[in-house]
Each structure stands twice: as structure tokens, then as C-alpha cells.
């Protein structure tokens, strides 16, 4: 009688957890928790915390954390028939539990279904562009970012509407050029890069040319500048000089005749000349006739 | 009498069901404290604190401090091993170049709460926004500029946007860093790119040549006209006081001779004929005789011959 009473508690305590356990349900920040009454949805959860619903239902989790998917990297033509391949990402979370699980069901088809949305909006997209909308050095050609702003736009649209799904972002990760057009850029790349080696070098020599011929010119200039300066000064010395010998000489003219004279003398006989003197000749005079000679 | 042990071992378990609702976060970490799962102390400081016991409450502790790296163009071992992985680190330059580039990201938990709960792969996301926006920031720029100057400024720009980005996805991370580890032209055209810096150094170097030459031949110009300057100079001063001394002598040797000109004239042509007569040969002839002259020559032959 006591045993089957201790029983009967124990299976009314163990009754009550069951039921309490089928009753309470936690959701966490993470997730989202639709509720289902032999498989029909009733209700969506979106707060996390502790929540109630009939034993009879049931809770399906779903994971509501953002979520980067990486499509394959592919091949797209651009509108001037330039091949691209583009890695691009997407950013995506659900948003709509009961509409996630009638139509796509998990993330791996969910991923599927973006894959072909944002592959046929990045192609259409390039369609529309020149290569230089995506890959430019001057900025205001790049359409890049508008490009995406929009396909994400339209992706989150359409994904939201068929599928759940919020879509935040639609990015490029990388942009390349598909293999086998790579050598042919490696190759013009070289070229480039050959013709810049030569510029520096044939700048650097005009450099050193003008720099050499204008120390060139500075040395003519200095030189000849000094050489004007000082033939100047020697005229000056040479006139000042002529002026003061003709300002003493003038003064006594026959003295200077006589004087210059003589002295020339000494300079134009030298020991080749031979000189005819005649007897009378006022040198030999007083040797040919004595004291009569003296005048 | 035999429920007493019972109890006590129940009583024993309720207390010890209530010290998990105290809780320690150490200093370096932050924790967030969950109820059924529903964030209620997003961002718990370092400390002692009190909760409400497992499993009610539970308790996330997280190293915020601590920096985490992940690597866009490459793996974190790469730039250890020196390694390149061309397809991943290849990016497309605005002049549509190809250049490798590595770059290494830091960032730490900003928001606990975000981080714990918003997105499922945190690392991921930060490093797809990252490249994006290095993919944008290179696809605009010549691959000189990359290269060269703009390094930094691409490092904050992504850096920036990238922050932003990751702050729409609600990932709860701030960056840190974004260093741009190593940026290089493609091996296919590596020593083209070489050669460009060589080019640049030998363009340097002749500049270098010719100023030096500039250096040399301009202050030796400068001495050497100086030098005729001063020559000249040398020169006209030497000329005048040439003259001033000659122009003195003569006036008082002309002054002396004016006093007695007619015995002072003779004395100095005789004294002239002095100097001159001995050196020169002499012939001397009779006023009045017919003058041979045949004589001059055979006077000079045998000395002379002519």
C-alpha cells in the first residue's frame, strides 16, 4: 500500500517532467523555431528565451546566423567581349522559416538557388558594362559598386520572396583574368615595363646632358667674362703706361731722339754686320788728322 | 531515522546546484550571459558575478582582447614558408595588371554578443569583406601606384570600409590591422619589374655623374679666372710703374743732358760706339778712293761663307 503510493508519485513526477519537457522549449539567439503541428507550421519563433507550446507540436530549430557563401569563380563576357572571372561572395541569412522550409529546405539548396541568381544577374550585368566598368584607373568609369548595390538589391528581392532567405550582400571577392589570357598580359606587361625602364634611363640622361652642358656653358662664361675683365685692365695698364712715357719724352724731343737712337743702335749691330766707315767720318776723324779733327 | 542521509545528500546537491550561479570572468576576458538561450548581460566585465544556477543561466566567456589573425591572398604559413600560392594571391590592378599580394589581417572581439551569436563563421566573413574591398581598392589603381605610393593608403582605405561592411553584417569584430604583407609583380614579368628599378638607379646614377662633373669644372673655371683677373691686374700695375720709372729717369737724365747738350750729346754717341764698334767688323776706307767692293766679301768668306 505505502510502496504503490511512493509509485504513484514518482510516476506523477516523472509524468509532470515529460510533459514539462515536451511543454518548455529554449531558443536561442542563434536560431529560429518553427513550431509544427503534425508537420504543418503553426508559428514562428524569433526571440530567444524560454517558450511554451503543446506537447503535441513540435519545435523545428533553424540556424538564423549570417552566412558567407562562395560560389564556384566564373567566367563572364563583358559587353567589349573581354572575358573576366569573378569569385564573388554572398552574405545571406534566413529570414523566413516557414517559407525556407517549403521551398529550399536546408543551406546546401539554399546556396544552390543563390548560386543561379546572382550568377545570371552578374552576367547580365557585365553584359551591360565594358571591362573598364569594372577594372579602371580612372574612377569615374568603375561601375562596380553600383553594379553590386543593385544585384544585391535584386538578389535579396527575389530570395526574400521565393525562398526566406535575406540576402545583405552580393560582393566581389576577386577579379582575374581567365588562364589563357594571362600570358599574353604577362607579355605586355614586360613590354611595359621595358619601355618605362628605357624612359628613366633616356630622362636620366637628358638630365645628365643638360646638366653637363650647362656647367659647360658656366665655365665658358665665367672664363670668357674674365678674360674680357682682364684684357680691360691690361689695355688700361698699356695706356697708362704710353701716356706717361709720351708725357716725358714730349717734353724733351731731341734728347729722346738722340737717346733712342743710340740705343737702337746697340740692338741692330750685332757681330754679322759689317760697317764701311769712312775716314772722315766724324768717329774716325781725330784718328786720321790729330787734333785737327776736333772741331 | 533512515531518510536522514537522504535528505542531507539532497540538500547537498541543491547547494551545490546553487554555486553554479556564481561565476568568475578573468581579466583579459569578457563574458555573455545567457538566459534559456536569450542574451541578458551582453557584455559582462571582468570580476565576480552572480547568475541564476545552470542550466537556467549559462555563461560565455570570450579572450576580447586577444588579436586573431587570418590571411587574405594566402595561408597564415605562407610568409613563414616563403611560399606563393599564385591562383589565390593574384589580383587584377586597374590597368589590368596582374600582381600577387598577401595581406594579413588582425582584428578582435568588439562585441561580444554579435560575436557569440550573429554569424556563423566570423572569421569568414571578416576575410571575405577584406578582400572584397582589396579587390575594389586594386582594381582602381595602376599597378605602379600599388606598387609604390599608395600602399598605405590602401591599407586604410580597406581597412575602413571593410570595418564598415562587417559592422552591416553584424559580426561583432573590430580590425585591427590590415597589412599588406607583400605585394609583387607576377613571376612571369619579375625582372622586367627589376629592370625598371635598376633603370631608375642607373638614371640616378648619371644624374649623379654629371653633377659631379657640374661640381668639378665650375669652381675651376672660377679659380681660373680669377687667376687671369689677377694677372691682368699684375700687368697693368707693372706696365705703370714700369713707365712711371722709365718716364723718371729719362726727365732727369734729359734735364742733366739740356745743361750741356752739345758735350753730353757726344759723350753718349761715343760712348754708344763704344759698346757697339767692338763687336762689329770694321772696314774702313779712304774718302777719296774708289771703293771695291769685293772686298766685304772676302773679308766675310772665311768666316762666313755665304
Do not use: C
Amino acid at each position: 500500500m505505502k510502496l504503490t503510493e511512493t509509485h504513484y508519485r514518482a510516476a506523477a513526477a516523472v509524468g509532470v517532467l515529460v510533459f514539462l519537457w515536451l511543454t518548455f522549449f529554449t531558443v536561442k539567439e542563434t536560431e529560429f523555431v518553427l513550431v509544427t503541428q503534425f508537420g504543418k507550421p503553426v508559428r514562428t519563433i524569433t526571440d530567444a528565451g524560454l517558450h511554451l507550446k503543446w506537447f503535441f507540436q513540435t519545435a523545428n530549430y533553424f540556424d538564423r546566423r549570417l552566412r558567407i557563401y562562395n560560389p564556384r569563380p566564373s567566367e563572364f563576357l563583358s559587353r567589349d567581349k573581354k572575358n573576366l572571372v569573378i569569385e564573388s561572395y554572398v552574405a545571406w541569412k534566413i529570414q523566413d522559416p516557414k517559407r525556407f522550409i517549403e521551398t529550399v529546405g536546408d543551406a546546401a539548396a539554399a546556396e544552390m538557388r543563390l548560386h543561379d541568381i546572382v550568377w545570371s544577374g552578374l552576367a547580365a550585368a557585365l553584359g551591360t558594362h565594358d571591362l573598364e566598368g569594372m577594372v579602371s584607373t580612372s574612377p569615374e568609369k568603375i561601375q562596380a559598386q553600383q553594379v553590386l548595390d543593385d544585384l544585391t538589391g535584386a538578389t535579396d528581392r527575389a530570395a526574400l520572396a521565393q525562398y526566406g532567405i535575406q540576402v545583405i550582400d552580393v560582393r566581389i571577392k576577386r577579379l582575374n583574368l581567365p588562364e589563357q589570357n594571362k600570358q599574353s598580359v604577362y607579355a605586355r606587361m614586360r613590354a611595359e615595363r621595358e619601355r618605362i625602364a628605357r624612359q628613366y634611363r633616356a630622362e636620366g640622361e637628358e638630365q645628365a646632358l643638360r646638366i653637363r652642358a650647362d656647367a659647360d656653358r658656366q665655365k665658358e662664361e665665367i672664363l670668357s667674362v674674365a678674360y674680357k675683365t682682364a684684357e680691360k685692365t691690361k689695355g688700361e695698364g698699356d695706356a697708362e703706361s704710353t701716356r706717361i712715357y709720351s708725357q716725358a719724352y714730349s717734353r724733351n724731343p731731341r734728347f729722346y731722339k738722340l737717346v733712342r737712337t743710340l740705343e737702337s743702335y746697340k740692338k741692330i749691330f750685332d757681330d754679322k754686320t759689317t760697317v764701311i766707315l769712312s775716314s772722315d767720318s766724324e768717329l774716325l776723324k781725330i784718328m786720321m788728322r790729330g787734333e785737327s779733327g776736333v772741331q | 531515522m533512515s531518510r536522514w542521509p537522504f535528505r542531507r545528500i539532497l540538500l547537498a546537491l541543491v547547494a551545490l546546484w546553487l554555486v553554479t550561479s556564481i561565476y568568475i570572468v578573468p581579466a583579459d576576458q569578457q563574458a555573455v550571459e545567457t538566459r534559456f538561450g536569450k542574451v541578458v548581460g551582453p557584455r559582462v566585465m571582468p570580476g565576480i558575478h552572480l547568475s541564476l544556477p545552470w542550466p537556467i543561466d549559462r555563461v560565455t566567456r570570450l579572450k576580447v582582447q586577444q588579436l586573431q589573425r587570418l590571411v587574405v591572398g594566402g595561408d597564415l604559413s605562407d610568409g613563414v614558408l616563403g611560399r606563393t600560392q599564385p591562383l589565390v594571391s593574384q589580383f587584377l590592378t586597374g590597368d589590368q595588371n596582374i600582381i600577387h599580394m598577401r595581406v594579413v589581417v588582425q582584428y578582435w572581439v568588439g562585441v561580444p554578443a554579435d560575436y557569440l551569436f550573429q554569424a556563423q563563421d566570423v572569421a569568414k566573413a571578416v576575410g571575405a569583406a577584406v578582400e572584397a574591398e582589396l579587390a575594389r581598392r586594386i582594381s582602381r589603381r595602376g599597378v605602379d601606384a600599388i606598387l609604390t605610393t599608395e600602399k598605405a593608403a590602401i591599407q586604410e582605405e580597406v581597412r575602413e570600409a571593410a570595418q564598415k561592411r562587417i559592422n552591416e553584417y553584424r559580426s561583432g569584430v573590430l580590425i585591427s590591422t590590415v597589412n599588406i604583407e607583400a605585394v609583387t609583380p607576377p613571376p612571369e614579368a619579375a625582372d622586367a619589374f627589376r629592370d625598371v628599378a635598376s633603370a631608375r638607379a642607373d638614371a640616378a646614377r648619371i644624374v649623379n655623374e654629371a653633377e659631379g662633373y657640374a661640381g668639378d669644372v665650375i669652381p675651376k673655371a672660377r679659380g681660373q679666372a680669377q687667376q687671369a683677373l689677377e694677372a691682368a691686374a699684375a700687368y697693368k700695375q707693372r706696365k705703370i710703374n714700369e713707365a712711371l720709372g722709365d718716364a723718371a729717369r729719362f726727365t732727369q737724365v734729359a734735364a742733366e743732358y739740356e745743361r750741356a747738350s752739345a758735350v753730353n750729346g757726344r759723350r753718349l754717341y761715343i760712348e754708344t760706339m763704344e759698346q757697339i764698334l767692338p763687336r762689329i767688323k770694321k772696314l774702313i776706307v779712304d774718302k777719296s778712293g774708289n771703293l771695291d767692293l769685293t772686298i766685304i766679301r772676302k773679308g766675310s768668306e772665311p768666316r762666313n761663307p755665304q
